[in-house]
């Protein structure tokens, strides 16, 4: 089984910036993670993704609300790996709850249904 375990959330003024950290444990052989991702939620809304990236290529993709903002990273070390997400310009649109996830397929999909682990989400708050 694969655990992930987010990291880095906060409350951060409009403008500023945060990294998340998203730690992957268990058995994450090479043949099994093929991309990660990153989702938010507020509340009352959907689950979104505002980014994903393949473990293979390094290839990412971006919700148009944070591109240019966000940046989806993933580091190997010691054979684990960890996703970060850095987020710049913060803005009070912005606020949810952060979730990193993993699918076992090969495409960048945003879909949340694509994905077949999530960690358990981590509060990031912005204020005007």
């Known amino acids: 089984q694969v655990q992930l375990i987010e990291s880095g959330g906060g409350l951060v003024q409009a403008g500023g910036s945060l990294r998340l950290s998203c730690e992957v444990s268990?058995?994450?052989?090479?043949?099994?993670?093929?991309?990660m991702g990153w989702f938010r939620q507020a509340p009352g809304t959907e689950r979104e993704c505002v980014a994903a990236?393949?473990?293979?290529?390094?290839?990412?993709?971006?919700a148009d609300s944070v591109k240019g903002r966000f940046t989806a990273s993933i580091n190997r070390e010691n054979g684990k790996s960890t996703l970060y997400l850095q987020m710049s310009s913060l803005k009070p649109d912005d606020t949810a709850v952060y979730y990193c996830?993993?699918?076992?397929?090969?495409?960048?999909?945003?879909?949340?249904?694509?994905?077949?682990?999530w960690g358990q989400g981590t509060q990031v708050t912005v204020s005007s």
């Open positions: 996830a993993a699918r076992r397929g090969l495409g960048l999909e945003l879909q949340k249904t694509a994905y077949d682990y």
């Open positions: 990236i393949s473990r293979i290529t390094g290839g990412s993709d971006y």
């Open positions: 268990g058995r994450t052989s090479s043949s099994s993670i093929k991309v």
